[in-house]
């Protein structure tokens, strides 16, 4: 190992290595430890949207994310049961609004991205590492001053200015702030990412990313890598998770699940991976992300469930703004051997995270709910969305604008659809 680094980052997923990248660029030594044996990513598509495109652009990555990806041209929403366009996001007219386009790309080509920006700029990437504690360390003679010290599972340690622990849904810097535990959707996520060609005479959509929501279910579609393959998405509500069962989101679940949804969904089902699932979890938001030189980053922070797309775009947020407090402080004081105010840049990162990303996960369990609906509130939630106005990019202007560096930045939230407020005709639901 070269000499000491002047920050840590704990986890290779998205989170740690975006944020390895944003504060490299800055002029910060970095070293960054992933417990796996190699670098990668599991699962299939991610939704990528201008609050994100925005910031590839700034670190020169969103031509080659654009190359590896694909810049759909809607998002259409259609109820499962009768496969009727409820609403929809015209891309092209939101990447007019905020200057930057709407992306879908494979979950490891955007990691890989990252992770080769990293090599680029030099960042020490070690694989083989557990980390399982975060110490501080308060000027004790390591010729640190103020620092934190993190101890590996085979015993090793390592000591930086400042730790991000980007560490996932299972992190173990959080355990030091707060004694929570994931919280438990009860529902259960299938993917597929498969050749288009497979599924070219299932008349799906080429150029749009399609979501059916269903009673207790969603299906979402979309195309992959230049087109050449389909992303798709199940999720399902496990009646044996509710019941607090083991043998939960078996394949049987999964089928029953759709019973009854419209003819694109019933194609679509048989061609998702049955040898693997995965049960959605979040965490309840938490508003104190720092504790002395440990910073928590990405899903260590602030797991979501999925409904936004949101969650990969908040990691890649967090270190972005974090970057940007560190080069704000960078010119100011030079106590440090870096010459970073670390802790006014921590402060000002947790003044304003924290809010954003409490509002995506509230938000994101309601639109939840709102998928997820059945019977008469099922018909009102429809007629509600077929009134909306396609170009009215009201409730999207808070997440797909500029990312926040202040809270008084942060764009006011776009609260819930009221369903009370229709009236549907009386009749079959
Ligand atoms: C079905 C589904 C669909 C989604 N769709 C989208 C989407 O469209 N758009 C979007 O933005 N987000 C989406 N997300 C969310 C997104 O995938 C996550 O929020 C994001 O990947 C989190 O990145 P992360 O780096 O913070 O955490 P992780 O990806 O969990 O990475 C953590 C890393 O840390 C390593 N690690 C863990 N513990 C240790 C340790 N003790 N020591 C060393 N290393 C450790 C892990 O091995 C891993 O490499 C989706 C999620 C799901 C489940």
Redesign the pocket.
């Known amino acids: 190992m070269s000499q000491r680094p002047d920050v840590i980052v ?9 944020a390895a990248a944003a504060l490299s660029r800055k002029g910060i030594r970095v070293r960054l ?4 044996s190699a ?3 599991v ?1 299939a ?5 201008p609050n ?1 495109t925005r910031i590839l652009n700034e670190y020169g990555l969103l031509e080659e994310a654009i190359s590896l990806g694909v810049l759909p041209e809607a998002m259409i929403m259609k109820d499962a049961i009768d496969g009727s366009e409820l609403t929809r996001l015209d891309l092209l007219d939101l990447e007019r609004t905020y200057g930057f386009p709407y992306m ?1 790309i494979h ?1 490891s080509d955007l990691h890989g991205l990252f992770l080769r920006a990293c090599q680029r700029l030099g960042i020490e990437l070690v694989t083989d ?4 504690d975060y110490t501080q360390i308060d000027g004790d003679g390591e010729g640190l001053g103020r620092g934190a010290r993190v101890t ?1 599972a085979d015993g090793s340690t390592d000591s930086a200015e400042l730790v991000i622990a ?7 810097a959080r355990v030091k702030l707060v004694a929570d535990e994931p919280v438990n959707s009860s529902y259960v ?1 299938y ?1 597929a990412a498969i050749p288009f060609e497979a599924v070219r005479e299932n008349q799906v959509h080429e150029k749009d990313v399609v979501l059916y929501v269903g009673p207790r279910c969603h299906f979402v579609q979309y195309p992959l890598r230049g087109g050449e393959m389909l992303n798709q ?1 199940a ?1 399902f509500q496990s009646p044996r998770a509710v019941a607090g069962q083991d043998d939960w989101g078996t394949p049987d679940e999964l089928d029953q699940a759709f019973v009854g949804m419209c003819e694109q969904v019933q194609k679509g089902l048989p061609l998702m991976w049955r040898d693997r699932w ?1 049960r ?1 979890f979040d965490r309840n938001p938490i508003m104190n992300w720092v504790f002395g030189r440990v910073a928590l ?4 922070a602030h ?2 469930l ?1 409904y936004m ?8 947020e967090d270190g972005w703004v974090l970057a940007e407090h560190v080069g704000a402080q960078q010119a100011v004081r030079s106590e440090t051997s870096s010459g970073v105010d670390w802790d006014t840049a921590l402060a000002a990162y947790n003044a304003v995270r924290p809010e954003h990303c409490r509002r995506v996960l509230t938000t994101g369990r309601a639109w939840g709910e709102l998928w997820h609906l059945d019977g008469v509130q099922r018909l009102q939630r429809n007629a509600i969305l077929r009134a909306r106005d396609t170009y009215d990019h009201a409730f999207t202007e808070w997440i797909y604008g500029p990312t926040a560096l202040t809270p008084e930045q942060e764009p006011p939230l776009y609260t819930t659809i009221p369903l009370d407020s229709v009236t549907v005709a009386a009749g079959p639901v």
């Open positions: 704990i986890g290779g997923g998205i989170g740690g290595l975006s430890y992933e417990r796996s670098f990668g990513e699962g598509g991610l939704q990528i949207g994100c879908v979950r590492r557990q980390c399982v590996f980007a560490d996932g849904l299972h992190s173990v996520a993917r998405v999720v995965w959605m980053l990405g899903d260590a797991p979501p999925q797309a949101q969650g990969a775009i908040m990691a890649i």
